[in-house]
T-cell receptor
Framework: KNQVEQSPQSLIILEGKNCTLQ??????????LRWYKQDTGRGPVSLTI?????NTKSNGRYTATLDADTKQSSLHITASQLSDSASYIC??????????????FGKGTKLSVKP | DGGITQSPKYLFRKEGQNVTLSCEQN?????MYWYRQDPGQGLRLIYY???????QKGDIAEGYSVSREKKESFPLTVTSAQKNPTAFYLC???????????FGPGTRLTVL
C-alpha cells in the first residue's frame, strides 16, 4: 500500500532551537518527494522538492534529506523562529504515467515554536 | 500579481443546499486540482483537470462536481449529496502532471 508516514505528529520547541521532522514512505514507483509548510488556515507553500538522485537540498534555514534506499526523508530546521510555527507536510509523487492520483500526502507534523 | 485565488475565504451553507467554490489562476498552468483537508488527515484529492474541458475523479469525488470551461478557472460545487461537507478546501495548479503544485489560500466551508 502506498503510504507516507510522518513523525512526530506534533512538536513544541523553544525559539532558537533546531529540530528535525521525519517522513517515511512506502510509495512505488517513486518520482519525487516534496516538503510543504502550511500556516494555520492557509494553503501549503513548497519548501523543497527532491528527485531520486538528490540526497540533500536546502532552502534558507530548512534542509531536507532523502535516502531513497531506506525510503526516508527528514526536514531539519535550524535556529527556529516563531514564524516557523506551522504544519509541515511530506508529499511523495508516484511515477506510473498518465493520470493524476499520483501524489501521496502525509498527515503532517504540527510544529509550535515558543518564545 | 501572479498566483491562485480562491473565494470566498469562509462559506456557510444550510443543509440541503448546493454551493460553489471559486478557484482562479493566472500562472498559465494546464493542470488544476481540488483537495479536501480535515483535521488530523492528509489532503485528499477530490477532482483534477489536466486540460480544458476535461477532468477526472479523485479519491473522494462523491457529492462533488467540477467544470473546466476556461484554463484559468476550475470551480467546485459541493452538492447536497455530500454527507459531511464541512472542511477546508484547497485548490492547486501545476504546469504539468508531475510538477510542483501551487496552492491557493483555501476556503473553509461550514454546513449549519
Amino acid at each position: 500500500k502506498n503510504q507516507v508516514e510522518q513523525s512526530p505528529q506534533s512538536l513544541i520547541i523553544l525559539e532558537g532551537k533546531n529540530c528535525t521532522l521525519q517522513c517515511n514512505y512506502t510509495v512505488s514507483p517513486f518520482s519525487n518527494l516534496r516538503w510543504y509548510k502550511q500556516d494555520t488556515g492557509r494553503g501549503p507553500v513548497s519548501l523543497t522538492i527532491m528527485t531520486f538522485s538528490e540526497n540533500t537540498k536546502s532552502n534558507g534555514r530548512y534542509t531536507a534529506t532523502l535516502d531513497a534506499d531506506t525510503k526516508q526523508s527528514s526536514l531539519h530546521i535550524t535556529a527556529s523562529q516563531l514564524s516557523d510555527s506551522a504544519s509541515y507536510i511530506c508529499v511523495v509523487s508516484r511515477n506510473y504515467g498518465g493520470s493524476q492520483g499520483n501524489l501521496i500526502f502525509g498527515k503532517g507534523t504540527k510544529l509550535s515554536v515558543k518564545p | 500579481d501572479g498566483g491562485i485565488t480562491q473565494s470566498p475565504k469562509y462559506l456557510f451553507r444550510k443543509e440541503g443546499q448546493n454551493v460553489t467554490l471559486s478557484c482562479e489562476q493566472n500562472l498559465n498552468h494546464d493542470a488544476m486540482y481540488w483537495y479536501r483537508q480535515d483535521p488530523g488527515q492528509g489532503l485528499r484529492l477530490i477532482y483534477y483537470s489536466q486540460i480544458v474541458n476535461d477532468f477526472q475523479k479523485g479519491d473522494i469525488a462523491e457529492g462533488y462536481s467540477v467544470s473546466r470551461e476556461k484554463k484559468e478557472s476550475f470551480p467546485l460545487t459541493v452538492t447536497s449529496a455530500q454527507k459531511n461537507p464541512t472542511a477546508f478546501y484547497l485548490c492547486a495548479s501545476s504546469i504539468g502532471n508531475y510538477n510542483e503544485q501551487f496552492f491557493g489560500p483555501g476556503t473553509r466551508l461550514t454546513v449549519l
